[in-house]
């Protein structure tokens, strides 16, 4: 499926390796929404009209559920279609993040229905119907095909989803599999009431309806987590250090911040520079670092520069020590931006830590007091004056 798939990307979609472009995207969402929504309405008719048929409530369940899919499979395309709006005045950053909320309006959908079908399912449970469900090799074959178009209908969503990372394609996938599963459920529940199992109708329907929900919950898991604000990728934090060090004098970065609307990257970050370089010379230093992450990220990016007394007579001796306390802490990740302000007797250092990420606030708290004892004690002239780096900052 997945050189069917490529096959027709190259056919369909021209600068398909474009998939940053938010117009390129909505071709992309565009086509798996309209093959979706093409499939499934036949699929529907075919279900519908067999589950009234042999008088199946799974089956017409299952008919529900495919039908749900070609509704959905509209709001990803108008989802889609507004992702790729530029940026206006009320919403400067774009309209990339109408992707997600697509999947939301998804994953609503998917839950209510399911509640329904498990209603219809119980009620089917507590009073079988005894002239339910028979099958026949007729009904059986065209049930086993049906399930074969789900599955490569999935596989397919999958693929365009992974190929430009979109987590609404890639939800649509679990739609369409879970719409394989039931159908898998509705042929084995026929199967058994031909035994006389009449109840076993009304249990698949519901098997049905779980699905549906869960399908529906996992949706919604995904699409939740970008609007709230995801961390970024480590392979990004790493593309935005290399890049960053690129230029000659960045000694150092940290404190990367991400925000993402859609494929608009909005990246704010430190870099350590020697302090005796002109102000005119580092204030072009942010800006040749700035237009490289652009140009390499896209989106727009904001670089803070952090001067670095490394030529102080006290730095060797207050680094060595400072690391040393850093190392005896396993909390610790690192430390970074120290500057040395001042002379003896009121010398000073300020620099931020890293702190594993698993650590609670209140204990920060507590790190950065011992931190502060186990210096002082080493050095009990120094003043200092440590902070720990906001979770919402990296430092890879």
């Known amino acids: 499926m997945k ?22 995207r909505a071709r992309y969402g565009t086509l798996e ?19 009234l048929m042999v008088n199946s409530v799974s089956l017409i369940a299952d008919a529900v559920h ?29 309209h990339g993040r109408a992707e997600p909320i697509a999947a939301l309006i998804v994953a609503i959908i998917l839950i209510v229905a399911g509640i329904e079908l498990l209603k219809s399912s119980a009620v089917r449970i507590m009073h079988p119907q005894i002239e339910a469900a028979q099958i026949s090799w007729f009904l059986a074959v065209i049930l086993a095909v049906t399930i074969v178009i789900k599955e490569l209908m999935a596989r397919f969503a999958r693929e365009l989803g992974r190929m430009i990372q979109s987590k609404t ?5 679990w739609h369409h599999r879970s719409d394989a599963f039931s159908t898998l459920l509705v042929l084995a529940a026929m199967a058994c009431a031909h035994l006389n199992f009449m109840y076993v ?20 898991r995904s699409a939740i987590s970008p609007l709230l604000g995801e961390r970024p990728s480590r ?28 494929q608009a990257n909005l990246i704010s970050l430190h870099i350590e520079v020697d302090d005796s370089r002109p102000a005119i010379e580092l204030h072009d230093l ?23 007394n490394k030529n102080h007579e006290r730095y060797q001796e207050i680094s060595t020590v400072v690391e040393q306390a850093v190392r005896q802490d396993s909390r610790i990740v690192g430390f970074h931006e120290m500057r040395i302000i001042g002379r003896d007797p009121r010398t000073k250092a300020v620099f931020d830590i890293t702190i594993d990420e698993k650590v609670s606030r209140r204990e920060t708290r507590m790190i950065i007091q011992q931190l502060t004892d186990n210096i002082t004690r080493e050095l009990p002239d120094l003043r200092l004056a440590i902070k720990a780096e906001p979770r919402y900052a990296y430092t890879v």
């Open 3 to 24: 050189i069917f798939t490529h096959w027709v990307v190259r056919k369909v979609i021209s600068d398909n390796q474009e998939i940053d472009n938010v117009i390129v």
């Open 33 to 51: 929404a309209v093959v979706s929504i093409v499939i499934n309405l036949l699929l529907f008719v075919v279900k519908l009209t067999l589950g």
């Open 66 to 94: 495919t039908l749900s899919d070609s509704g959905t499979s509209i709001i990803i395309l108008i989802g889609f279609r507004i992702a790729k709006k530029p940026g206006d005045r009320e919403h400067p950053f774009g």
């Open 169 to 173: 394609l890639e939800a649509d996938f």
């Open 201 to 220: 109708d009304g249990v698949a329907g519901a098997g049905v309806a779980l699905i549906v929900m869960y399908s529906g919950y996992a949706v919604a």
């Open 235 to 262: 392979e990004l934090l790493s593309q935005i250090e290399n890049t960053a060090r690129g230029p000659k004098g960045v000694l150092g970065v940290h404190d990367v911040i991400v925000h993402r609307y859609g």
């Open 286 to 308: 942010s800006e040749q670092v700035e237009e490289l992450i652009e140009n390499k990220l896209g989106g727009s990016a904001v670089v803070h520069i952090d001067p670095l």
